[in-house]
């Protein structure tokens, strides 16, 4: 088992370079095209595009402090190992809040875009609900949890099993709306002129990005279960790829299908 204090060292620097290297650039990108080249589609991808860099900035800044304490401003009064084991720490705590906040704010956008695709139907949308109600409520469980651990001891079993519960159901939720928003479009193109293939970029986007964040994901819930330290490593890094992934979809479609008559990204 990796030591704590390597671990957050490192999924420090993973998560700068996944933001400041790739996240960053990207939603600058994002930006020129819907402001300026793009203005049809940014009255929601715009502001979902600038919270989720909101949040990833919050996460990353919270890291940076924490990171400050423990190697540096309490070096001398409790070694960095035993500093990041204290969950009830209020960086801690933050972070798990502000994560929270941004995967159940890109869910709802998924959960949406799906319900509208499927012609805004009932039965999208309250299942939708539901799962993004019940991870609100155990976000904010978990969030109170932590905030109540004794230090140096690991987070009580209900909290545990609530953050099981919040991995599967974002998994399920992710997957199970781009597999229905790319069943939508694959039906709605296949008896239209050109077929499938004129939007066969829009597919690929969808499901590259889908699967990113999954694969994120499950390393995130694998780790969990193992009890790893690997698993402070993966949280970290989600964040910025949940903007990856959202940014991803907008410029691949963009500049595959941008030229064409139809622009749009649905």
Not at 84 to 93: A, G, H, K, R
Not at 118 to 143: E, Q
Not at 243 to 264: D, E, H, K, M, T
Request: charged content about 10%.
């Amino acid at each position: 088992n990796i030591p704590l204090d390597k671990v957050m060292l490192l999924s420090l620097f993973l998560e700068t370079l996944l933001y400041a290297g790739i996240f960053l650039s990207l939603y600058l990108l994002t930006l020129f095209i819907l402001l300026v080249l793009n203005k049809s589609q940014r009255r929601l991808l715009l502001p979902v595009a600038t919270l989720l860099l909101l949040f990833a900035t919050t996460h990353l800044l919270i890291d940076f402090v924490e990171a400050l304490e423990a190697f540096i401003f309490n070096v001398h009064t409790i070694s960095a190992d035993a500093y990041f084991s204290i969950l009830s720490s209020p960086f801690e705590v933050s972070k798990t809040m502000v994560y929270a906040m941004q995967t159940i704010l890109a869910d709802s956008v998924i959960v949406w875009r799906c319900y509208v695709l499927n012609h805004r139907r009932l039965s999208i949308a309250i299942p939708g609900f539901i799962v993004l109600l019940t991870n609100a409520v155990l976000a904010s469980y978990v969030t109170w949890d932590l905030s109540q651990t004794p230090i140096g001891s690991p987070i009580s079993t209900t909290g545990a099993s609530f953050i099981t519960t919040f991995y599967i159901l974002t998994m399920l939720l992710s997957a199970t709306c781009s597999a229905l928003i790319s069943w939508r479009i694959y039906h709605t193109r296949r008896v239209m002129p050109g077929g499938v293939s004129v939007l066969l970029p829009v597919l690929i986007a969808i499901i590259e990005s889908g699967t990113i964040y999954a694969a994120s994901l499950l390393a995130s819930l694998l780790t969990f279960l193992s009890g790893s330290n690997a698993r402070f490593l993966t949280v970290n890094i989600v964040p910025p790829i949940m903007g990856i992934a959202f940014c991803l979809i907008i410029l691949q479609v963009y500049f595959q299908v941008g030229s064409n008559s139809s622009r749009s990204s649905e």
